[in-house]
């Protein structure tokens, strides 16, 4: 039987030490970036760490220097393209500014969510940026801020928690959003998000615990109020948390007697089953039924027809919270910043009057 090679030993700060002909202390101090040395030493150190294909130990490194150069960033939903994308704009930020990225999905649930922040805070990160998967439970984030370990927040508001947030304007893009359907002459309008509420009807907000979902259906609605609809909320869904469960919700408001003419996506994961579920129908957009989602994902501008947005500066939100975060780990102590982003519609071909048997 023949014997398995044996894995090298990692080379170690001692054998740079040697190699260099220094102590281990000021090889330490040349491999972690600390102290004074002197141009020839540090010379030295450099090349025995190379030529001995040297690989520091971010943990040990962390504890002499009371910093890992790490972010923890945890996200709802990384195969959203939504988090992808703000996830990059984090990494570009913290990259040109000398720091690496860890990354933890909590999948929406709390549970997961605080599984996560407990793994970052063990890996000593510096800080974390998180975007709360709900405001009922927080413990976990009051924690990490009481630490001392700067906190941003993304995408969603805690006015509870004073730490940096970068949010885009959710209330007043669905509002804007709503009011392009209304204009275009529809009344029975559905919202469907991915947010749970203790089943799939929507009561009243006191349900949402997702402050941008909140925002958002109470936009939608007193879009619709405004404008003189009768019970908006009849035609709020919940609970879109899976393909087939989107798929359901779609059949569903697409086969009621009270079927809307339009429907407003919370975001382009959702709207995309929504689409294959109204072409599996046979239905045309814009003829059958209008549909706008949030969100600029690639798809909806080559789909035939194109379909409307909300166009969210999502790459701009994760970009502004890792540079805030990044300001506070370089000692930044002035007050909390909470910047709000603009959004913008793109109109494109997805929406038009409604039927005219409706």
Known sequence: MTKAPSRARPKTVADVARAANVSKATAARVLGGYGVVSDTVRASVTAAAKALDYRPNELARSMTTGRSDIIGVVVGDIENPFFSLAVRGISDAAKAAGFNVILANSGEKIEAEKAAVRLLIGKRVDGLIVTPSESRDITHLRDIHRSGRPLALLDRALPELDVDTVTVDDREAAIRATRVLIDAGHRNIAYVTAVEGNGHEY???????????????????????????????????????????????????????????????????????????IRQRGMRIPDDISLITFHDADWTGVTTPP???????????????????????KGDIKPPERLVLRTAIINRGSVGPPPVMW
Request: contains cysteine; charged residues 30%.
């Open 307 to 329: 379909i409307t947005v909300v166009d969210q500066p999502v790459y701009a939100l994760g970009h502004t919270v890792a540079e805030l975060l990044i300001r506070r780990l």
């Open 203 to 277: 009561f009243d907000l006191r349900q949402i615990y997702t402050s941008s979902v909140r925002e958002r259906i109470d936009g939608f609605l007193a879009a619709c109020r405004d404008a003189g609809i009768d019970r908006p909320e009849r035609h709020v869904r919940l609970g879109a948390t899976s393909f087939e469960e989107t798929r359901r919700l779609a059949d569903e408001l697409l086969s009621s007697s009270e079927r809307p003419t339009a429907i407003l996506a919370s975001d382009s994961v959702i709207a995309l089953e929504i689409l294959r579920a």
